[in-house]
């Protein structure tokens, strides 16, 4: 321990701290102890650390959708604290949103004797069956709602507003309703921002058009803007994340329309790429480095035993208003564009 020490520049007790999990070691300090644990090859023994402390150090998490920029971002983080503060991550990522999948996961997580489970979006929280033992924390990436159990630790954005201020901004543009094209059926976060959607609607005594079908895919996005372009009415659409607003951008183009001129397109999540489009993407931001550093401290610090007294965080979200959306056209509703060519 003394070579770690000596080669990471820390102390002994910082070392001591970084193998343990103990708190009060920032990233960067624990970065340079981590590094040299593995220059200098040395292994502190688990198993006697493991039967001292009563817990394994190790952190399970079921995800899906990693591909996708929000869950790929939380997992980012979520793999920064633990490291950060000594624990080993294991992931299991499940292919379906269903309950027998989730528990299946949950399972193989409890076999390696993981502390504690962390439930990342798109899964579908607020299944009652779903069994993990008491002495286990639980932490879920989801805005706070009466679907989870009182223990549970919860931390997340409320979607349902954040898609509710996306589709207010529009609508005070002057559009006389919104479009939504909507994510994967079977995420939590595509209901959340339909229910936003069709409650900024309702508001706004605006017509409600039918929900559009996506899959968070740019082709999908597209495919979704071509359904509707033979309709000279339609001038405004909030797409469910970015990459199927970009999707829905091509389709207008390529139809002939002009974003913001003929029709507004926003998108959802501030994917680092949307700001530099040929258009930059008006958007709603997650802010999903604040979301895993909260979610993360308080699980820590429950591993720990300094639980917080609020279990239930949420996050806000921020509308980022680029230019892709603008004022409502006059000139829209009397040109009806040539029927869109396939989406190859």
Not at 219 to 232: K, T, V, W
Not at 281 to 286: A, E, I, R, S
Request: glycine share 8%.
């Amino acid at each position: 321990m003394a070579d770690v020490a000596r080669v990471a520049g820390v102390s002994q007790k910082t070392v001591s701290r970084v193998v343990n999990a103990e708190a009060h070691v920032s990233p960067a300090i624990a970065d340079r102890v981590t590094a040299a644990i593995r220059s200098l090859g040395f292994r502190p023994n688990a198993a006697a650390r493991t039967l001292a402390s009563q817990r394994s150090r190790r952190i399970g998490m079921v995800t899906m959708g990693t591909s996708l920029y929000g869950p790929s971002a939380i997992l980012d983080g979520v793999e920064h604290a633990s490291r950060a503060a000594g624990y080993f991550l294991s992931v299991v990522r499940t292919l379906e949103n269903s309950g027998s999948e989730l528990q299946t996961a949950v399972d193989t997580l409890l076999d390696q004797g993981v502390d504690g489970i962390i439930l990342s979006e798109p899964v579908d929280f607020g299944h009652p069956q779903l069994r993990i033992p008491a002495g286990v924390t639980v932490l879920s990436f989801d805005h706070p709602s009466e679907n989870h159990r009182p223990e549970e630790l919860v931390v997340g954005t409320d979607e349902a507003g954040a898609a509710r201020s996306a589709t207010e901004h529009l609508l005070a543009l002057g559009h006389e309703t919104v479009w939504h094209i909507a994510g994967a059926s079977t995420w939590s976060a595509t209901r959340r921002r339909i229910d936003g959607w069709r409650a900024a609607l309702a508001d706004a005594d605006a017509a409600e058009p039918p929900v559009l079908s996506g899959d968070w895919s740019p082709r999908s996005g597209a495919e979704a803007m071509a359904s509707i372009l033979h309709r000279p009415d339609v001038t405004a659409v909030f797409a469910a994340n970015d990459q199927m607003a970009v999707g829905a951008i091509h389709a207008a183009e390529a139809a002939g329309l002009r974003v913001p001129g003929d029709i507004s397109v926003v998108g959802f999540d501030d994917d680092p790429l949307s700001e530099f489009l040929h258009t930059p993407l008006t958007t709603v931001k997650q802010d999903f480095a604040e979301v895993t550093r909260i979610a993360m401290h308080r699980m820590i610090r429950t591993l720990d035993g300094h639980a917080p007294a609020d279990r239930h965080r949420s996050v806000p979200a921020q509308l980022i208003v680029r230019a892709s959306s603008g004022p409502a056209s006059a000139a829209r509703a009397s040109v009806r564009p040539a029927p869109p060519t396939p989406v190859p």
